[in-house]
């Protein structure tokens, strides 16, 4: 049985603010469109992101992006996809990312006067996260979306709260030295939830991609290499590819069909 997350606004005021901003305030389920928000990390960064309302019985997508980027910009295509198949999703913007790739904007970045902070440091905003759409008072069920490393820090948020998180989807988790502090082997061990581990077939030349995925399946959990995929979240984007994404589309529709 899952464990649900019952918290008051005293205990989250230093992670998460307990009112949505004036857009989200004004929500409009109807025509289900981005609602900006945002709240604050444990350490007082101030968070922002887009709240994409079904209805609260509905299962919940936390989805993050890949360094140098920002949700809009990375999920522009991608969002459309999964607000069809009737989940609610929240994206941020976390602390690490900006507008290298895929242009777009990172607010919670613009707002950093000095940013210093390595992959691992955005752990916290995706802890907020959670205790943010666990607020809302949501009942469906809530599945983790990372991208390079945030899928790293996805698997380690799902790993820290498996008795909250139902599910985590992982596009080509990162590792190495800039991952110091938070590499993904251990999470791929720990976790006993539904996990899914994607990898394009240009990054299976790595033997650390080769062990990650072996690591993944030796574990029980689902892997997949995309033929004609890149890196990130971004081989489900066809823009983004040569070829087509419907395989890979196919792989993340089957994996998240068992959360509706």
């Known amino acids: 049985m899952k464990t649900i997350f019952i918290i008051s606004c005293s205990l989250l005021l230093l992670t998460t603010s307990c009112k949505e901003n004036n857009t989200t305030t004004q929500l409009n389920t109807e025509t289900k469109t981005a609602n900006e928000i945002h709240f604050y990390a444990s350490d007082s960064i101030k968070v922002y992101g887009d709240l994409y309302v079904k209805d609260k019985n509905a299962p919940t ?68 996260a959670l205790y943010y759409v666990k607020n809302l008072g949501y009942t469906g069920k809530t599945i983790l979306w990372g991208s390079s490393y945030s899928a790293t820090l996805a698997l380690k948020l799902a790993s820290n709260n498996q008795n909250s998180v139902d599910g985590v989807l992982a596009f080509s988790p990162a590792s190495g030295q800039p991952l110091e502090g938070c590499q993904p082997d251990e999470f791929i061990e720990s976790l006993e939830i539904p996990v899914l581990l994607l990898k394009p077939a240009t990054e299976m030349q790595s033997e650390r991609s080769q062990n990650q995925m072996k690591l993944a399946e030796e574990h029980g959990h689902e892997t997949y290499i995309a033929e004609n995929g890149v890196h990130g979240s971004s081989m489900l984007d066809e823009d983004r590819i040569e070829g087509s994404s419907a395989e890979t589309w196919n792989v993340v529709k089957t994996f998240l069909s068992q959360f509706k």
């Open 61 to 128: 997508l936390l989805i993050f992006h890949q360094g140098g980027s920002n949700t809009k910009a990375e999920y522009k295509s991608i969002i459309p996809v999964l607000k069809a198949e009737g989940f609610n999703i929240l994206t941020i913007d976390q602390r690490v990312g900006g507008q290298y790739y895929y242009g777009g904007y990172n607010r919670t970045v613009a707002e950093i006067s000095k940013n210093d902070y390595g992959y691992c440091d955005a752990y916290p905003d995706m802890v907020a």
